[in-house]
Each structure stands twice: as structure tokens, then as C-alpha cells.
């Protein structure tokens, strides 16, 4: 199955669904296993939408559809044959391959290669990959060899058949379950549903109001490696949520902490102070790819590449022993510029 990328878990506070005998509408749930996670969709359920069950196997023959073609941890999804191509071949490949290649390097191109599709050799060679072998620090030696089978250029499109220069193994991790809430979305709308709140793997999207008229409010956690707690409370309505953050996933060597995720120009964890961040777009799998791409790219860089290209975003700094939140002017416009909640 594909696996969230140790994602961050995004709270959704949500209140226990309304019952009929308040409102005509009432909101109905229904969740299970997905991703080596799980995933959960809340919706206002009204005259003329599809009974639960039918929701409930469409949404979960989408998520089976996802893993069949982008999983990684499964020798027979349509990437993994690819992987296992040697460098110089082609492969047809199905409509979401190569709709998650084209987000992919569309993402690579316009952040100077902060997100990389085809890092997993790096990330098998820290264990942190499907093919790891146990967490560890390899040499420099060892990085720069894998290095050299990493790379989106050594990936090209040849109408539906996708070929490689390289023997590059391509990883969707870092945008697959933004991709798959956004099919999931489209198709409850598709279905007659206005109004609702997707969650995969920690990745969301809401829509619409509740039957009480009150919008889809989630809370994003702090930055805590051992409670959690919420930092603020968001109202959503048809946006896309995202967070990435390294603070409960890394592991320590000789008293230096390894964060899990990787800058793909060194091939290394990253070093800097950003704990984590939240990005907010109308497209949930932007969002994904572009958590990643701030988180790599820092406190720093990542706050001024998501205020020159209008992202809106919420950054989580460590200094010292506190943690201190900034927000670009995006996210300001749509969510206030409110204290810490």
C-alpha cells in the first residue's frame, strides 16, 4: 500500500453529527484502513443523495484504484513495475500516474527542486524508504552514489508511456493522498454531495456548511513531540489542507537528530529550525506537494518563496525551547491574523 509519509495528524474538530429530528439534513461519516493509515469522510447527507454504502464503495474503490497504480510497499502497483524497469525503458502508464508525474514536476520545476519524485534510493539508503534497511547515517560516499539515480530529468512522457534515462525509482508519497482527497471530493460532488470533509492520511478537504449552517472548523496541532495540542482553529470551505513536520518523526545518532525528511539537492535530512507547516489551496494535492517543498526549503526561504508566490501558509519555528508560529499574508487574507489557539 502507499504509506502517508509520517505525516503530522491534522485534528479535525468536528461536532458529533446532527441528528434528523433537528435539522432535515443530517451529517453522516463513514472511514476504514487506507495508505497504512486511515480515512474519513463527513458529509451532510440531504434528499436525492446516494445512501452511505454507495458512497462508501465509491470512495474505496477510488483509494484501491490509487494504491493499484502509486504504491510504492506493493511489487505489483504499475510504479513499482516501472522501478524495476532498467534505465533506457518505457512503460504505458495509467491517467493518475501520469496526472501525480505532471504535479510532480510542475512542483520540482517551480521550487529549484525542493520536491523530487524520484528520491527513494535516498530515502531506502536512511531508512526511511519501502526498501530501508533500518534507520542510519550513511556516508558521504554513499550518498552521492545514490544520488546519481535521482532526478525528475532523468523521467520523460511519451504520450501515455512514461521512459527513464536512469534507473530512477519514483516515489508519490509526497502528493498521493493530497491526490487522493481531491478525487474523492470530486466524486461525492459528481454524486450530488455539497457539503463535506474528506480526510486521508492526514490530508484534507472541506466543503459547504453543516446543517446548522455553520462551517467545517479543524484544528491544527503544535508542534508537540508528546501531547497533542491544538495551535489553531481553521473554517474551511472548499479548501484543501496540508501540514508537513519533522517533530515526531526522526531519530538520533551520537545525540544529532535525523529528521525523515530529506532536501533533495544534499541528499540529507533537513537541519534547519521548522518544526512544521500548514499550506491551505483550493487543489489538496498542491497543498501536499507544497508542505514539502516549505518544509525543505525552511523558516527561512520557505517563508519568502510562499509570500512571493501568494501560498498560504503557517509556519511552526523552534527557538530554543519555544515554538513561535508566523503566517504569510495569504493565510492572513483567508484566516486572520488570530493569536495561537
Known amino acids: 500500500m502507499i504509506r ?24 453522516e461519516s463513514f472511514s476504514g484502513p487506507t495508505m497504512g493509515s486511515t480515512y474519513t469522510v463527513k458529509y451532510v447527507a440531504s434528499t436525492g443523495t446516494p445512501d452511505k454504502e454507495q458512497l462508501r464503495q465509491q470512495t474505496e474503490a477510488i483509494l484501491a484504484d490509487i494504491d493499484k497504480q502509486a504504491s510504492t510497499y506493493r511489487a505489483d502497483s504499475d510504479i513499482e ?8 525503458r518505457c512503460m504505458v502508464m495509467p491517467d493518475g500516474v501520469r496526472a501525480l508525474l505532471e504535479a510532480g514536476r510542475k512542483l520540482s520545476d517551480e521550487s529549484g527542486g525542493a520536491l523530487d519524485l524520484t528520491i527513494e534510493p535516498l530515502l531506502n539508503l536512511w531508512g526511511f524508504g519501502p526498501r530501508g534497511q533500518g534507520e542510519r547515517v550513511p ?3 554513499e550518498i552521492a ?4 539515480d535521482v532526478g525528475q530529468h ?19 508519497n509526497s502528493i498521493a493522498a493530497g491526490y487522493a482527497v481531491d478525487q474523492v471530493t470530486a466524486r461525492l460532488e459528481a454524486s450530488g454531495v455539497s457539503s463535506f470533509l474528506v480526510e486521508i492520511t492526514g490530508e484534507l478537504k472541506a466543503q459547504g456548511r453543516k446543517p446548522d449552517g455553520s462551517p467545517w472548523r479543524i484544528a491544527i ?13 481553521i473554517e474551511l470551505d472548499g479548501l484543501g489542507v496540508s501540514t508537513s513536520g519533522d517533530y515526531r518523526n526522526y531519530f538520533e545518532r551520537d545525540g544529532k537528530r535525523y529528521s525523515h525528511t530529506l532536501d533533495p539537492t544534499t541528499g540529507a535530512p533537513i537541519e534547519h529550525h521548522l518544526a512544521a507547516v500548514t499550506v491551505v489551496d483550493p487543489s489538496t494535492l498542491r497543498a501536499d506537494g507544497l508542505s514539502t517543498v516549505l518544509m525543505v526549503l525552511g523558516p527561512e526561504r520557505g517563508l519568502a518563496y510562499a509570500t ?3 501560498i498560504a501558509a503557517f509556519f511552526v519555528v523552534r527557538e530554543g ?5 508566523k503566517s504569510t499574508e495569504a493565510f492572513d487574507e483567508l484566516f486572520g491574523a488570530g493569536a495561537e489557539q
Request: charged share 30%.
Open 308 to 310: 512571493e508566490h501568494r
Open 81 to 88: 513495475v516501472f522501478n524495476e524497469l532498467p534505465a533506457g
Open 4 to 27: 502517508a509519509s509520517f505525516r503530522p495528524v491534522i485534528v479535525v474538530a468536528l461536532a458529533t453529527a446532527l441528528t434528523g429530528c433537528l435539522f432535515q439534513d443530517k451529517v
Open 139 to 141: 556516508s558521504a560516499e
Open 145 to 148: 552514489t545514490a544520488r546519481q
Open 154 to 172: 532523468h523521467l520523460r512522457l511519451e504520450g501515455e508511456q512514461l521512459c527513464k534515462d536512469r534507473n530512477v525509482q519514483v516515489d508519490f
Open 321 to 325: 525551547q519555544e515554538f513561535v508560529s
Open 221 to 233: 496541532e503544535a508542534p508537540r513531540d508528546n501531547e497533542r495540542v491544538v495551535q489553531r482553529v
